[in-house]
Each structure stands twice: as C-alpha cells, then as structure tokens.
C-alpha cells in the first residue's frame, strides 16, 4: 500500500501578534502544554531580568533560571537544575543564544521546549539545531524543534534594530542555499525534499518581495513567519539543508577566522547569499539581493561589516572546509584565490553600478 501523507514536525502552536507574550500562560493550557503551570524558565541575566519581572505575575506557579551564555557548559548546568523537578516544559524567553541553550537542555532532560522570542535574529528560533558555543569554538547539535512558538510583537519593536535587520539577512540567504541544494541535485543526485524547499524558498521570497520594514508591523509579521517555516523546513528535511548553503559557509568561515571581529550571523549570510548568487552568473538576482539589503540597512560589502576585501577573499578560500560534504556553488566552481579575488571585483563593480 503506497504512503499516501507523513507526519510533519512542526510546533502545536505559533503565536505572533502584539501582547503575545501576556497570553503565554493561558496559552500553554489551553493547548495542554502545562495546565499546571509548572514550567521552568529560562532567561538571561541581562535583559531577562526585565521579562521575568514581566511575567512572573503572569505564572505564579513557574520556576526561573538565569542562563549565563550561550556555551554547552550553560545549556548542561540548565539542564541538571532542571532535571527530576516535574515541570511540563521549559520555556526559553529570549535571543538566540537563551533558546538554543533552552531547546539542548530540554532536549537532554526529556521536556518539551517552548521559545518566547525577543528579537528575530536570525531562524533557529523554530529549528531542530542547537548552536552552541564549546571548547572547539561552536557546534550544532540535532534538537526536538519547540513544541510552541510566541513572538510578543510590542517586545520585538523594543528590541534594537539591528538584531530584527539580522534576521532579513538569514531569511534572503534561503533562496540561495535552495539554487545550492539543486545544483548538487544536478551534479550530484543528492535528493531534494520538495516540500521543505518550498517552505524555505517561500520564506525567503515573502522578504525580499515585501515593500515594508522593520518599522512596520506587516513586515515583522511577514519576517517572523518567514523564520518560523525556514525552522519547520529544516525539520521536515532532517538537516540545516533548506536554509544553509554557500552563504552560511562563508559567514562560518567569518566566525572562525575572525572570532572577535564577526558580525552577527544574518548580516554576514545576506552579504555572502548576495556573492553567491553572483558566482551563479544570476546578475540580476544577486543585484535584487544587494538593493534589498542596502534599503533595510544591510551590509553588502565586507567594509560594511568591517572587514577588507582580501579578508573577504580568505573567508570565501576557506569555507568549504566549514561544511565538508556539502555542496554549493564554492565547491562546484573550486575557484583559486585569484579567480576568487576576481569573482569579488566583479561582485562589487556590478552591485556598485
């Protein structure tokens, strides 16, 4: 007998909208996530004080945890304070950093995770990975992806640009890890998951198409679902496929080259989408790229992020030694360090004129 549907890991709720976040304990039992209202709670230890003092009215019968950072040393001593104390879930109220540090704790003690964002940085906020910080630099670990998902729109417009323009950058950067999962389809026979292509692409395009900006509440929405689906696609596909490619291998080789310097994640992905789509030959696309970029304050050269252009050049060399296995538009072309040195030229003049 043929298949004839799948089960599709995805959160039992997703709450976007103004005042979501004084709705959390209502909704949590109204969905049956904790009627109790025993959760543990995870904040950080700076702008979390703020948000407990927010919501600990709200859940009375909740229990709270400062999280120092984002290392696996943090995401390890949350999980040991939490483990064998019966709560129905742990609840991750913050940046990236605070809900990957939740969903590895949660996912270590056997709880269902909730994530309560605050900024919309970059799409692990809804993905099956944990990105943490370790004694070898970072690594990303497999997770359950959270069983709920609120976005607080009031919290979001307060939160600093910056960090929301982030997320722009690393919704965008879909198109082009999707032009990278297909051409090793081409080359390669790798398979494509239809379906969680389309989510990550449709992500992606419902950005780069919208007129608005962060100062608008339509795009926050827009930009909020865009990151919510690109984390469900990475679910469906079983890997960081859908959403990473070429881009993210160039913003990994930032982030171990220049650990002190890097920029934030979804800054260096739209700059590296917008080359890659270049080094594809899409003129036109990697010209859209760089304009949407530049009108939301985006960097599109390696100078806005404060780095030269042979450093650039180095990131690019290296990247693929970030991802091995993959393949992407680096690995097809192979250039050397002189076509790429040519390649970002090319870039620059072309996105300049």
């Known amino acids: 007998m043929p298949v ?33 209202g025993k959760l543990a709670m995870a904040v950080s230890n700076g702008s979390g004080r703020a948000l407990r003092e927010k919501l600990e009215p709200l859940l009375p019968d909740a229990h ?24 129905d879930a742990v609840v991750g109220v913050g940046g990236g950093k605070i809900i990957d540090v939740t ?16 900024n919309l940085s970059h799409d692990g906020i809804c993905s099956p990975v944990s990105t943490l910080d370790n004694d070898n630099g970072r690594g990303s670990y497999g997770v359950p ?56 692409r449709t992500a992606g395009e419902s950005v780069l198409r919208h007129p608005g900006g962060v100062g608008d509440d339509e795009f926050l929405v827009v930009l909020a679902e865009a990151l919510v689906l ?13 959403a990473s490619g070429a881009c993210h291998e160039i913003s990994h080789a930032f982030d171990l080259l220049h650990p002190r310097r890097a920029a934030l994640h979804g800054e260096q992905v739209g700059l590296g989408a917008a080359f890659a789509m270049h080094l594809r030959g899409a003129r036109d696309e990697a010209g859209l790229f760089a304009e949407v970029l530049r009108r939301h304050g ?23 030694q970030t991802r091995p296995g993959r393949f992407t538009i680096l690995e097809h072309l192979d250039l050397s360090t002189d076509q790429i040195r040519d390649a970002y030229a090319d870039y620059a003049k072309t996105i300049g004129s």
């Not at 997703?14 to 709705?23: E, P, Q, R």
């Not at 709270?64 to 709560?87: F, H, M, N, P, Q």
């Not at 949660?106 to 309560?116: F, I, K, N, S, T």
């Open 145 to 200: 992806s959270p069983i709920a998902m609120v976005i607080d729109l009031d919290v979001i417009r307060d939160a600093p640009q910056r960090f929301v323009r982030s997320g722009i950058g690393d919704a965008l950067s879909n198109i082009s890890a999707i032009a990278d999962w297909e051409l090793s389809r081409r080359v390669n026979g790798e398979p494509v998951d239809g379906l969680a292509a389309a989510m990550a």
């Open 298 to 320: 985006m960097p599109v050269l390696p100078e806005d992020i404060g780095f030269t252009p042979g450093e650039f050049v180095a990131a690019v060399e290296y990247a693929p």
């Open 64 to 87: 709270w945890y400062t999280v120092e950072d984002g290392t696996i040393d943090s995401a390890v001593r949350l999980a040991d304070a939490i483990r064998g104390k019966r709560y």
């Open 230 to 242: 690109t984390g469900i696609a990475m679910s469906i596909s079983g890997d960081t496929r859908p």
């Open 4 to 36: 004839l549907t799948r089960l599709i890991p995805s959160p039992v709720v997703v709450d976007i909208g103004g005042g979501a976040m004084d709705k959390l304990g209502g909704l949590l039992a109204d969905q049956r996530i904790s009627a109790s």
């Open 103 to 118: 969903k590895y704790a949660a996912a270590r003690v056997g709880l269902p995770m909730v994530a309560v964002a605050t």
